[in-house]
């Protein structure tokens, strides 16, 4: 029998692209979109969406029934830079949504799970450089925090309750369909914006600092991944370490200089530069690609000539420009 979809958080970023790479493998009306709000018109209006509460156990149970959902993509949740401002609700959005579909699961309302982690879970005493899977954890920021103790409650329900939960450590994601929401990594998505409508740009980290990337694609293709393996192939219940490439601002400039030449970048970083040195500048992920085969298609210079691609048909068909 077909599988029965619900993605919660479907507006966002990563929730948009994710809808519609599902429903291409499942059928449209078998993959349920839902968020708080009808943020993303592309999303509201490509098929079956619905108003879902994810800090609400009792509006995710009546869609659940409502569609005989048997498995959820909790993809809401508050991201870093956000999160340092409102830490409360950083805490209370993510734990609470975790713990509503973790529940459902334990009560058999819903039998698999997708939660995504992120290297945000590692912290300034991490080793840096190939940051290991199995490594000193002790993250600094609220985020990190929500996704650590996350990755230890799914760890939690699968050994004592059975709950198939699987789950990524996602580094930084780019992509140009969908704006990101409030994370540390978003100038990596801005740059492009800017760039591709001549507009100079001033980023928020200093030039040199090299964080963990991966272009969208590569991002929603390990997600099915993991989530159509084996179940006796996902060992960790955790959440694994994924990685494709790593940068730094200096590095994704220069590479789209070599498409847009008169490009220019200046550095100014803010708040988010601590939490940006908090994190792994890159990451070992062997244990995915042993356990499901993972392998990453995009590097940096793939990435950039894609999203220069897609940005310049996006706004040639459209008057909207980020500021
Ligand atoms: P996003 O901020 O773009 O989207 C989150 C969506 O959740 C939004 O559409 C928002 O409206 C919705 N939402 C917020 N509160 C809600 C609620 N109470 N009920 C229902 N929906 C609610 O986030 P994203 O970038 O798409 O991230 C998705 C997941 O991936 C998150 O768990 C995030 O922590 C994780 N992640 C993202 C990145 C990244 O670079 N984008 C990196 C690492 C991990």
Redesign the pocket.
């Known amino acids: 029998m077909n599988s029965k979809i619900l993605i919660?958080?479907?507006?966002?970023?990563?929730?948009?692209e994710l809808t519609f790479k599902l429903r291409s493998l499942y059928g449209d009306d078998n993959v349920i979109a839902?968020?708080?709000?009808y943020?993303?018109l592309d999303i509201v209006n490509s098929g079956i969406f619905e108003i879902?509460?994810?800090?609400?156990y009792a509006s995710i149970k009546v869609c659940v029934e409502k569609y005989n959902i048997d498995t959820v993509y909790?993809?809401?949740?508050?991201?870093s830079a956000t999160g340092e401002k409102y830490p409360m609700k950083a805490w209370n959005?993510?734990m609470t949504?975790l713990f509503n579909v973790l529940n459902l699961a334990r009560a058999k309302f819903i039998e698999k799970i997708f939660?995504?982690?992120?290297?945000?879970v590692f912290g300034p005493t991490t080793p840096r450089e190939d940051t290991p899977q199995y490594t000193v954890m002790e993250p600094s920021t609220v985020?990190g925090i929500t996704?650590q103790v996350g990755e230890r409650w799914c760890e939690y329900y699968h050994k004592n309750y059975d709950v198939d939960v699987r789950s990524l450590?996602?580094?930084?994601?780019?992509s140009w369909k969908?704006?990101?929401?409030?994370?540390t990594?978003?100038y990596a998505v801005e740059i492009y914006h800017k760039a591709i409508t001549g507009k100079a740009y001033e980023c928020f980290l200093s030039e040199n600092t090299a964080l963990p990337m991966m272009f969208m694609d590569d991002a929603i293709k390990a997600t099915v991944d993991i989530m159509t393996a084996d179940t006796n192939a996902v060992k960790i219940r955790s959440s694994y370490n994924l990685s494709a490439m790593s940068f730094t601002p200096k590095e994704v400039a220069a590479s789209i200089k070599k498409h847009i030449a008169d490009f220019e970048i200046s550095y100014n970083p803010d708040f988010r530069q601590s939490i940006a040195d908090s994190w792994p500048s890159s990451i070992d992920d062997a244990q995915a690609r042993e356990d499901w085969d993972w392998s990453s298609d995009f590097n940096l210079e793939a990435m950039t000539n894609e999203m220069l691609i897609q940005l310049s048909k996006k706004y040639a068909t459209s008057n909207k420009i980020i500021e």
């Open positions: 919660i958080g479907a507006c966002g970023q990563i929730g948009s839902s968020d708080i709000s943020s993303n879902v509460d994810a800090q609400d909790l993809m809401a949740a508050m991201l959005l993510n949504s939660w995504p982690s992120s290297i945000a985020y996704k450590r996602y580094p930084g994601i780019i969908t704006l990101p929401g409030g994370g990594t978003d």
